[in-house]
Structures are given as structure tokens and as C-alpha cells.
């Protein structure tokens, strides 16, 4: 399941992303938006984990959880 991470403070990296999810299991991708010009993150990103349950348990557990003094916001992200 893809979930849009929202919110993000402008210093985070994918990495940090990577592991704040994972704590909740397995993440096959993590992917931080970044503005092409400048090359620093626009404030959100996405995060797949192949197990539903997995995902649901982060969306629930992270969503208006405050990471580097932001409260981010996690849904699922529609299919493309």
C-alpha cells in the first residue's frame, strides 16, 4: 500500500522517513518530493509497505504523530 506523507519538516530525508516507518514494518520504497530547482524537499512524500496491515498500523500510529516539530499527516495515497 502507498501512503502520502504530508507535512514533513524541509530538513528531513528519505532515510529518516524510511526508518520512522519501518519501526511499524517492512517498507519497500520511500520517496521524498523534492523541488526541481532548488533540489530541497517540497514537505511531503510517499512510502510503500507491501503488507495492508502493516501500512494500516503505521497510518494510525504516525498520522498527527510530531516528527522535527511538525505534526505530520499520513493517509493512503490514491492508485495511479
Same mark, same amino acid.
Given at each position: 500500500?502507498?501512503?502520502?506523507?504530508?507535512?514533513?519538516?524541509?530538513?528531513?530525508?528519505?532515510?529518516?522517513?524510511?526508518?520512522? #516507518?519501518?519501526?511499524?514494518?517492512?517498507?519497500?520504497?520511500?520517496?521524498?518530493?523534492?523541488?526541481?530547482?532548488?533540489?530541497?524537499?517540497?514537505? #511531503?512524500? #510517499?512510502?510503500?509497505?507491501?503488507?495492508?496491515?502493516?501500512?494500516?498500523?503505521?497510518?494510525?500510529?504516525?498520522?498527527?504523530?510530531?516528527?522535527?516539530?511538525?505534526?505530520?499527516?499520513?493517509?493512503?495515497?490514491?492508485?495511479?
Amino acid at each position: 500500500m502507498k501512503l502520502l506523507v504530508r507535512n514533513l519538516a524541509r530538513t528531513i530525508t528519505e532515510q529518516e522517513i524510511r526508518e520512522l #516507518f519501518s519501526a511499524h514494518g517492512t517498507v519497500t520504497e520511500c520517496t521524498l518530493v523534492l523541488d526541481k530547482e532548488t533540489g530541497t524537499s517540497k514537505g #511531503f512524500g #510517499f512510502v510503500e509497505m507491501p503488507d495492508p496491515k502493516e501500512a494500516k498500523m503505521a497510518k494510525a500510529r504516525l498520522n498527527d504523530a510530531r516528527i522535527s516539530k511538525n505534526k505530520i499527516r499520513v493517509k493512503f495515497a490514491p492508485e495511479s
